[in-house]
């Protein structure tokens, strides 16, 4: 895991309002099969590269099994990453900035995912 990765994972579980509905159930690309929900994962879906500052984009799931909580927490997320900026273990982030966070739902599962996809604007030390 890369240090911006793991600078994504630390604003997330500092925020009182994604820590209340997800706990420390915050996961690198994939949940364990056995995850309880409602849950997080993240995964960067893009990344420049070698340049001095970096500008990839993160996705970050919201996972749970009712419809009015997937939204609480996609909310609970928007609100923890959207605009942010600061340094975060030895990065500093610029700017958080919100892309696109369509609606899924698993019926084999009776999951639903909200695929959140964010720009991360930061400086490589």
Not at 77 to 83: F, K, P, Q, R, Y
Not at 109 to 115: A, F, K, L, R, S
Request: hydrophobic share 40%; charged share 20%; glycine share 4%.
């Amino acid at each position: 895991m890369t240090v911006i990765d793991e600078a994504v994972r630390s604003i997330l579980a500092a925020n009182t309002e994604v820590s209340a509905l997800v706990g420390t159930r915050i996961y690198p690309a994939v949940l364990p099969l056995d995850c309880a929900l409602p849950a997080l994962s993240y995964s960067k879906i893009s990344n420049a590269y070698k340049q001095i500052a970096g500008v990839p984009r993160f996705q970050i799931s919201c996972w749970t099994e009712d419809y009015l909580q997937c939204q609480t927490l996609k909310q609970a997320v928007e609100t923890a990453l959207d605009g942010y900026s600061g340094t975060v273990s030895g990065i500093e982030i610029i700017r958080i900035i919100p892309l696109s966070a369509p609606d899924f739902y698993e019926s084999e599962t009776g999951v639903y995912h909200i695929p959140y996809d964010f720009k991360i604007i930061y400086r490589k030390s």
